[in-house]
């Protein structure tokens, strides 16, 4: 089981530079990014230091989960990493889309639904990387 923690963390690193890089690009692109004093060097590269360390630790864990549950995933390599990822994805974002797209319904304000469509998309972006990573790496690494 221990197996899965060090591809885990590897993939949650490379799910956290690929979430920062979008929000830079997002940045330069002229689109509003909800990360205070993002134009900054210092603001992303402070984003890019808790992301690293946010998605490092989650990344071990769901890792050895992943090595857990290996043989009933299905798919192989990428496709069963891909699979794993989309599914931390939905699960972990579940909690938002439940504490904010109730008080949506019951006032109809547009900036709650604006809390439960970008965090969702943006997160599920880390877990989708993470899973795209996971399962070549995880295959690849005898530990």
Avoid: H
Avoid at 49 to 66: A, R, S
Avoid at 69 to 81: A, E, L, M, Q
Avoid at 108 to 130: Q, R
């Amino acid at each position: 089981m221990i197996r899965g923690f060090y591809p885990g963390v590897i993939a949650g690193f490379i799910g956290s530079v690929a979430i920062t890089g979008y929000f830079i690009l997002k940045a330069l692109l002229g689109f509003e990014v909800y990360i205070p004093d993002f134009t900054s060097v210092d603001g992303w590269s402070s984003f890019l230091i808790y992301e690293l360390g946010y998605t490092g630790i989650f990344g071990g864990i769901f890792g050895l989960v992943y090595s857990k549950f290996y043989k009933k995933i299905p798919g192989k390599g990428i496709k069963k990493g891909l699979f794993f990822g989309c599914m931390i994805g939905l699960l972990s974002n579940i909690w938002i889309a439940q504490r904010n797209y109730l008080p949506w319904l019951l006032t109809g304000l547009d900036w709650y639904l604006e809390m439960v469509a970008i965090p969702f998309t943006e997160g599920f972006l880390i877990w989708v990387t993470y899973g795209l990573v996971l399962g070549p790496v995880y295959e690849r690494l005898n530990l």
